[in-house]
Antibody
């Protein structure tokens, strides 16, 4: 089955760190751009970052709101993608989705930043 | 960044009536080399991830009822629900994937009148 499954969300204090995982199955993971998109409670969809495919050297890009705090990495042996989130702020509270834009979305993992 | 502006922000339509949502892009998302518009439409219901309705502006995703249609090219796009059903109550988003970053419209909330 073609799917993306996120995990790793939870409650973290402001200034803390969290690593989200995105496990891919059913398609050749290395051949695709993969995006992270988030949605704060009651708000719209916000792109967070992207990792390019292998032919583009896995270059990563980030939204200005997270640049310098978040980083994306991949483990192709596990067909997995990671979002390392550091220096978390309350405004990072959101559901985080990984997506193979636009065709495939995961179910999301919830990150709550609160003291 | 490409800015997508949806209109209206919300609309209330009677069951069985037509609902129309517009999405205007700040620049063309039509890629001339393949004549494809890099524009998608999603439906999102509470507590669920976005559900893809259309990609390439008008290619219906698997399982999407044919009362939904997507149209437009370049900078102006439309999502139409020809006969609104109760299960269509949701927020609808357009997204461009022409450039990096991919960007979303602000969403349009569809309700029953």
């Amino acid at each position: 089955e073609v799917q993306l499954v996120e995990s790793g969300g939870g409650l973290v204090q402001p200034g803390g760190s969290l690593r989200l995982s995105c496990a891919a199955s059913g398609f050749t993971f290395t051949d695709h751009y993969i995006d992270w998109v988030r949605q704060a409670p009651g708000k719209g969809l916000e792109w967070v970052g992207r990792t390019a495919k292998i032919s583009n050297s896995y270059t990563s890009n980030y939204a200005a709101s997270v640049k310098g705090r978040f980083s994306i990495s991949r483990d192709d042996s596990k067909n997995s993608l990671y979002l390392q989130m550091n220096s978390l702020k309350t405004e990072d509270t959101a559901m985080y989705y990984c997506t193979k834009t636009p065709i495939l979305w995961g179910q999301g993992t919830l990150v709550t930043v609160s003291s | 960044d490409i800015v997508l502006t949806q209109s209206p922000d919300s609309l209330a339509v009677s069951l069985g009536e037509r609902a129309t949502i517009n999405c205007k892009s700040s620049q063309s998302v039509l890629y001339s080399s393949n004549s494809k518009n890099y524009l998608a439409w999603y439906q999102q219901k509470p507590g669920q991830p976005p559900n893809l309705l259309f990609y390439w502006a008008s290619t219906r995703a698997s399982g999407v009822p044919d009362r939904f249609s997507g149209s437009g090219s370049g900078t102006d796009f439309t999502l139409t629900i020809s006969s609104l059903q109760a299960e269509d109550v949701a927020v609808y988003y357009c997204q461009q994937y022409y450039g990096t970053p991919p960007t979303f419209g602000q969403g349009t909330k569809v309700e029953i009148k």
